[in-house]
Antibody
Framework: QVQLVQSGGEVKKPGASVKVSCKASGFHFNSYGFSWVRQAPGQGLEWMGWISAYTGHTKYVEKFQGRVTMTTDTSTTTAYMELRSLRSDDTAVYYC????????????????WGQGTLVTVS | EIMLTQSPATLSLSPGERATLSCRASQSVSYYLAWYQQKPGQAPRLLIYDASNRATGVPARFSGSGSGTDFTLTISSLEPEDFAVYYCQQRSNWPPVTFGGGTKVEIK
């Protein structure tokens, strides 16, 4: 079945980096993009950015520019999100979600989502 | 950046009742609006995309309507498993993609 399985939780010190993986299965990886969304404890959803496994194009939220890198590995059908210079307010559950492969396309939604990865910065 | 305002913040209803959730955009998003359901400890689940299209496997009691700046998610008759938090999301003229603050549907 279509699913995204993320890597396990991480505990990091301030200033460190974290790299979260998102293994895709059940669909043609190269035909999609992947968005990354985070959720701080007890808070709402915050979109961080997107990468196309089809073109390699990326779009990042301005607040994360310079601190985040999203990549894909088509050989292992895995998407990655690396966040650097971690701060305590980066403590959150990080989700990957399947998305459009095109940056000029606005239709559709995020479906499915990975199970989430808790990153604790302390 | 397009802001989404969801109301009410909390909706207290009984099973079998109708739920009406609102999402208002700070400027037109055309029909590029989606709705998600999130239960405690779980990832969000896509319910509605492009304002009114149900995602695969979503029960017919969930429906979406609206365009431009005003959108509604309706649950025609609440089932016990429907008590959760619901988020709207827009992707018109992205980035960024933005989410509303959420509406919690709780048991009265």
């Amino acid at each position: 079945q279509v699913q995204l399985v993320q890597s396990g939780g991480e505990v990091k010190k301030p200033g460190a980096s974290v790299k979260v993986s998102c293994k895709a299965s059940g669909f043609h990886f190269n035909s999609y993009g992947f968005s990354w969304v985070r959720q701080a404890p007890g808070q709402g959803l915050e979109w961080m950015g997107w990468i196309s496994a089809y073109t390699g194009h990326t779009k990042y939220v301005e607040k994360f520019q310079g601190r985040v890198t999203m990549t894909t590995d088509t050989s292992t059908t895995t998407a990655y999100m690396e966040l650097r210079s971690l701060r305590s307010d980066d403590t959150a559950v990080y989700y990957c979600a399947r998305d459009t492969p095109r940056d000029d396309f606005s239709r559709g939604g995020f479906d499915p989502w990975g199970q989430g990865t808790l990153v604790t910065v302390s | 950046e397009i802001m989404l305002t969801q109301s009410p913040a909390t909706l207290s209803l009984s099973p079998g009742e109708r739920a009406t959730l609102s999402c208002r955009a700070s400027q037109s998003v055309s029909y590029y609006l989606a709705w998600y359901q999130q239960k405690p400890g779980q990832a969000p689940r896509l319910l509605i995309y492009d304002a009114s299209n149900r995602a695969t496997g979503v029960p017919a009691r969930f429906s979406g309507s609206g365009s431009g700046t005003d959108f509604t998610l309706t649950i025609s008759s609440l089932e016990p498993e429907d008590f959760a938090v619901y988020y709207c999301q827009q992707r018109s003229n992205w980035p960024p993609v933005t989410f509303g603050g959420g509406t919690k549907v709780e048991i009265k």
